[in-house]
T-cell receptor, first 119, second 110 residues
């Protein structure tokens, strides 16, 4: 069974960089043909896809983030990470890491971690 | 990428059938047969219940079914049960290995 667990700071100051890590068990992020994704969900709203990294290392991002997001992976530790620059209060949300397919269906989700952007 | 449009709420009595719509454009829903649906109970992560418009993952009840016509996808829940009360989101592939979610529909069992 694939399991994902997010870890992060909880609170981030405006204009700073948000950094999150997702530790994966039950699967190897360095093999297969899956995508390892980050999504977020503001309170009371639908999920928003942030971006993803393929097992090959190729990355893809939501254009609405205007280049603020970076995703990387550490195959030796079986984890992948998200960095989101220049955060504002609008970036406050529950952040999820996930494993999805080529066509975007998300089969496995982490439990989510609440990130609050506030001074 | 603009969020796909869903009704804010749909309700039905136990045993009835309800349908949740998901309207996009000819660049997302209308362009690909890669629409998925998720069920989310409060405090939990979303759960995949339909993928590739009509397919159900193993273990998902046969009471859930999906379809698509033009730029609108639909989720039908038949034999509505109390446990079906949740928020439902659609999602569509939009090309270039990216995807977009819907606004969400709160399903209430009366």
């Amino acid at each position: 069974q694939v399991q994902l667990q997010e870890s992060g700071p909880g609170l981030v100051r405006p204009s700073q960089t948000l950094s999150l890590t997702c530790t994966v068990s039950g699967d190897s992020i360095g093999s297969g043909s899956y995508y390892w994704s980050w999504l977020r969900q503001p309170a009371g709203k639908g999920p928003e896809w942030i971006g993803r990294i393929h097992t090959s290392g190729n990355t893809y991002f939501n254009p609405s983030l205007k280049g603020r997001a970076t995703i990387s992976k550490d195959t030796s530790k079986n984890l992948f990470s998200l960095s989101l620059d220049s955060v504002t209060v609008a970036d406050t949300a529950v952040y999820y890491c996930a494993r999805d397919s080529e066509t975007g269906e998300v089969w496995y989700w982490g439990q989510g971690t609440l990130i609050t952007v506030s001074s | 990428q603009s969020a796909l449009t869903q009704p804010a709420s749909v309700s039905g009595s136990p045993g009835q059938s309800i349908t949740v719509s998901c309207t996009g454009t000819n660049s997302d829903v209308g362009a690909y047969n890669f629409v998925s649906w998720y069920q989310q109970h409060p405090g939990n992560a979303p759960k995949l219940i339909i993928f590739d418009v009509t397919n159900r993952p193993s273990g998902v009840s046969h009471r859930f079914s999906g379809s698509k016509s033009g730029n609108t996808a639909s989720l039908t829940i038949s034999g509505l049960q109390a446990e079906d009360e949740a928020v439902y989101f659609c999602c569509s592939h939009v090309g270039s290995s990216t995807y977009v979610f819907g606004t969400g529909t709160k399903v209430t069992v009366l």
